[in-house]
Nanobody, 133 residues
């Protein structure tokens, strides 16, 4: 049974860092692209960052570019999201999601079209991130 489990969330002060982990079980991550999404109270779930599986190309939303780093470790069946210089507006529930297939970088990734909620079919339960002083 395919399962994704997020961990690493918590409360952090503005300017601080957190590292989120997405651990997969029941399938191998190298057959999937992985995305990190977040949902703030009263807002739509948005794509934060995605990584492909053929060439490890990455996408970042403009709001996190230069502060967040996504990486995958297929040997550990895990995808990480390193979040630095956190801001209060980064607060929300963070979800990882998987999209089956063989994906590489290109136009759809670079333009943010790939990293959309409706393109991903398998989801974790989410982890809360709160940035506050």
């Amino acid at each position: 049974q395919l399962q994704l489990v997020e961990s690493g969330g918590g409360l952090v002060q503005p300017g601080g860092s957190l590292r989120l982990s997405c651990a997969a079980s029941g399938f191998t991550l190298d057959l999937y692209a992985i995305g990190w999404f977040r949902q703030a109270p009263g807002k739509e779930r948005e794509g934060v960052s995605c990584i492909t599986n053929l060439d490890d190309s990455t996408y970042y939303a403009d709001s996190v570019k230069g502060r967040f780093t996504i990486s995958r470790d297929n040997a550990k069946n895990t995808v990480l999201l390193q979040m630095d210089s956190l801001k209060p507006e980064d607060t929300g529930v963070y979800y990882c999601a998987a999209r089956h297939g063989y994906w590489r970088g290109g136009y759809y990734l670079n333009e943010g079209i790939f990293c959309k909620r409706n393109n991903f079919g398998s989801w974790g339960q989410g982890t809360q991130v709160t940035v506050s002083s």
